[in-house]
């Protein structure tokens, strides 16, 4: 999946995107986008002011303990605190040091790697990488249940100025990831209509933690759960564009037409990822699991 794809998702994963410097000697600290989608210049412009040698190279930012800074003057603590030097920092120590080895191949493995160790600090060991869900969609489950989706909430929590902070489904609560695809009335009508078809009697579910942790522990058989994983994962991955459409398009959606959105896209998922012989659409519209 392209770079340029999340973006138009608008679930960015910084930490998931690098390019290959190698050793660092030819590619600019401050002025290439190594590290995530932009330029460390125009994400920290304040520090980047304090820079002494704008044109560094990354190697020469670069030792054996991690990173170093080289600054016109000393800024004291306080400035540090605002110039977001402890974001650079953060970003930095996610940097894996194998990207930087001499002749630096990017291995999948290491990305994965980077996921691991995010997921492991969050206790979301849960999530399910299943082949049959498409890994935009993995991310953005994944990305919701650390809540760091694009909601209003979490734009404001960056310093985005959001003329509000409430859903902009319901408009009673503050538009949180667990709210708006899980908790909100709107997803709580659409997961209705999905239980219905699915012959199920879901729980009230208030985060993605949890609808997550239920569907990889559902049931007996393997190949169900599978579906159901997909199911609703593909239910939040479709309210997204929901409140896209009513924030962006003034294009109000209801519960029932994103339930049909998210059985057709997931019928899609299950017979050309799932590989699953005989997938027939009608059988599949009266209960998912029935094409088994
Ligand atoms: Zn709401």
Redesign the pocket.
């Known amino acids: 999946m392209a770079k340029s794809e999340f973006e138009l998702m608008g679930v960015v994963p910084d930490n998931l995107f690098y390019v290959v410097v190698g050793t660092g000697e030819s590619t600019n600290f401050w002025n290439e986008a190594w590290l995530g989608t932009s330029p460390l210049s125009l994400r920290f412009p304040n520090l980047f002011k304090l820079e002494k040698r704008k044109s560094a190279r990354i190697s020469e930012r670069r030792n054996s303990y991690g990173f170093a800074m080289d600054w016109k003057r000393t800024p004291s603590a306080t400035q540090l605190r605002s110039l977001n030097l402890k974001n650079l920092r953060r970003l930095l120590t996610h940097f894996p040091s194998q990207m930087l080895r001499t002749h630096g191949v990017f291995r999948v493995n290491i990305l994965r790697d980077q996921i691991d160790s995010v997921i492991t600090d969050v206790s979301i060991k849960i999530m399910e990488w299943s082949s049959m869900v498409p890994i935009k969609v993995l991310v953005f489950i994944w990305r919701a249940c650390l809540g760091r989706i694009l909601t209003a909430d979490a734009l404001t929590h960056r310093g985005v100025n959001t003329n509000s902070t409430?859903?902009?489904?319901?408009?009673?609560?503050e538009?949180t990831a667990d709210?708006?695809l899980v908790?909100?009335?709107?997803?709580n009508d659409t997961f209705k209509w999905i239980s219905k078809w699915c012959g199920l009697d879901l729980p009230l579910f208030s985060t993605v933690e949890e609808v997550i942790s239920f569907a990889s522990q559902w049931g007996n058989c393997p190949k169900k759960r599978k579906i159901l994983i997909s199911i609703v994962y593909g239910i939040m991955w479709c309210i997204w564009p929901a409140r896209n459409n009513r924030i962006f398009n003034q294009a109000p959606s209801k519960p029932s037409s994103t339930a049909d959105h998210a059985m057709t896209l997931i019928y899609g998922w299950v017979k050309y990822r799932g590989k699953i012989e005989n997938c027939n659409w009608v059988f599949w519209c009266n209960n998912p699991f029935s094409i088994l």
Not at 166 to 173: H, K
Not at 183 to 187: E, L, N, P, Q, S
Request: net charge negative.
């Open positions: 409430l859903c902009s489904m319901c408009s009673n609560q538009e709210h708006l908790d909100c009335m709107f997803a």
